[in-house]
T-cell receptor, first 111, second 113 residues
Framework: SQQGEEDPQALSIQEGENATMNCSYK?????LQWYRQNSGRGLVHLIL?????REKHSGRLRVTLDTSKKSSSLLITASRAADTASYFC???????????FGQGTRLTINP | KAGVTQTPRYLIKTRGQQVTLSCSPI?????VSWYQQTPGQGLQFLFE???????NKGNFPGRFSGRQFSNSRSEMNVSTLELGDSALYLC????????????FGQGTRLTVV
């Protein structure tokens, strides 16, 4: 089974509101990353948080990581229509040369 | 700086045929990995190469194979195609082998009919 589980599977909010997505994983990781995908195209790297970090910011993005609970959250503030996409968390598992992805959250921003 | 280039972008094949997909990583990136994305299974890891060596392989049948060339370009091959192989195949390259940041191509959409 996949390493990451994301919640919710789908999220629909109004433009300007904040969006929060959660990710849980199962084993020890080196880092956790968030990616965005528009309409079945390639993935775009958003932000990386290392296993020894608890919170990280990048523009309107805030990521938290709780290694004791094996979970992470991605907060997008002041959402825009252009943020409509699928968001995936990916973990770089210790000892494995690969990223393990969650099922993703489909985010829809309504104007 | 050019991104990760995957060719072709779209492909339609018949069951039983074979297919080869190509990936050119970002210049200077020596690590290339491949993923299969389907609506039902999500993003599944296929294999990863670093300096022409396959370091990791996902749980896929032997019909799926790949290789990496000395210039870091990579190809993956699927033989005896099945309907279930229809998917978006994504290639990612990374400058470092520990995947601190992976850059993805636009993918190849394979449809098997």
């Amino acid at each position: 089974s996949q390493q990451g589980e994301e919640d919710p599977q789908a999220l629909s909010i109004q433009e300007g509101e904040n969006a929060t997505m959660n990710c849980s994983y199962k084993t020890s990781i080196n880092n956790l990353q968030w990616y965005r995908q528009n309409s079945g195209r390639g993935l775009v790297h958003l932000i990386l948080i290392r296993s020894n970090e608890r919170e990280k910011h990048s523009g309107r993005l805030r990521v938290t990581l709780d290694t004791s609970k094996k979970s992470s959250s991605l907060l997008i503030t002041a959402s825009r229509a252009a943020d409509t996409a699928s968001y995936f968390c990916a973990t770089a598992v210790q000892g494995a040369q690969k990223l393990v992805f969650g099922q993703g959250t489909r985010l829809t921003i309504n104007p | 700086k050019a991104g990760v280039t995957q060719t072709p972008r779209y492909l339609i094949k018949t069951r039983g045929q074979q297919v080869t997909l190509s990936c050119s990583p970002i210049s200077g990136h020596r690590s290339v990995s491949w993923y299969q994305q389907t609506p039902g299974q999500g993003l599944q890891f296929l294999f990863e190469y670093f300096s022409e060596t396959q370091r990791n392989k996902g749980n896929f049948p032997g019909r799926f194979s790949g290789r990496q060339f000395s210039n870091s370009r990579s190809e993956m091959n699927v033989s005896t195609l099945e309907l279930g192989d229809s998917a978006l195949y994504l290639c990612a390259s990374s400058r470092t082998p520990d995947y601190t940041e992976a850059f993805f191509g636009q993918g190849t959409r394979l449809t098997v009919v």
